[in-house]
């Protein structure tokens, strides 16, 4: 049954033996307070939450450090505080928002961005900047170079600062670096591929994401009548928070790179095609359950049904 298929997902990511507060949490606010005009009770967001794991406590400490670094502010009012989107963390929520929703991939410039190390650094720094670096996309060459055939370097340097290493900035330069073009004795575009970035690991983990939500895919398409509104709710987090977190590994390679049968697309099509089915009943669920401190009920803003517009339903699948 298609509640049994939403019920393990669930179950599997509340016993987790550390949840992620802080990404569960951004991913909730780019897909469902932003819809709701960016702002949410404190006490609405600790009660949606709680079906996937998060207590009140955790929930608390993860929203005054998101305070902290700029994501949220606080609106008292009264005994209650509203939470809302500060600008900064609007903009990155609606950078993330351009690669998660979209159809396919922006057709590519056929230049490469680079982050040169032009400093020394020590070994943990180096080693915290490449784990950073990789979960922003970027590929490795060497021990000083990162590449990425698409990033925002300003976004990139950004994502360090939120991450704690903007002390390292000072000893990194920021290129763009255009294709081999002409010169056929360089190495080829495919070349920095294959030399930058382990795809293995990366299309495994994509692997991993479809047999996870493929089975719920399968049971809406057959008896999606059966999944309640908040199943649908929390399993649309879940889908959303996990595809988020393979999109950060992703380069977003442009297809003329891709190896052949690379499974992000069918990842980005099934995400697609369970996303619209989820949204109904999400949304049901939201407007008995989504409050702002004064009582009321945002309305939900239809953007979302543009999202994954151009995807195209996957096949029934038995």
Partial sequence: MAVSAISRRIESFSQQSRIKA????????????????GRI????????????????RLVRTTVFRL?????????????????????????????AAKSIYASSHPNWDRRWRLIMVVGDLSAKDRDRLRKALIWQGFGVLG???????????????????????????KKLKPLMAAGPGALSSAASDVDMVNAAWDLDQLAQMY??????????????QTAGDTVTAQQAFVARVLLIHDYRRLLLRDPMLPDVLQPM??????ARLLCGELYRRLLPA??????????LADGSTPVFIDVLQERFREADPLPLTG
């Fill in 143 to 169: 021990g000083n170079c990162f590449v990425h055939p698409s990033a925002d370097l300003t976004v990139a340097f950004d994502g360090l600062v939120r991450d704690g290493l903007g002390d390292l900035l």
């Fill in 261 to 266: 049968n690379w499974p992000g697309q069918q």
């Fill in 22 to 37: 802080g990404s569960l949490i951004t991913s909730l606010l780019g897909d469902v307070v932003v819809p709701r005009g």
């Fill in 282 to 291: 999400s949304e049901q669920f939201l407007d008995r359950h989504y409050q």
């Fill in 41 to 56: 009770w404190l006490g609405s967001l600790i009660d949606l939450l709680e079906p996937m794991g998060l207590n009140e």
């Fill in 67 to 95: 305070v902290r670094d700029g994501w949220l502010e606080s609106k008292p009012l009264g005994r209650r505080t509203d939470y809302l989107l500060s600008p900064t963390g609007s903009k990155r929520i609606e950078k």
């Fill in 207 to 220: 692997r991993d994401f479809l047999s996870r939500y493929q089975p719920i895919l399968s049971q809406c």
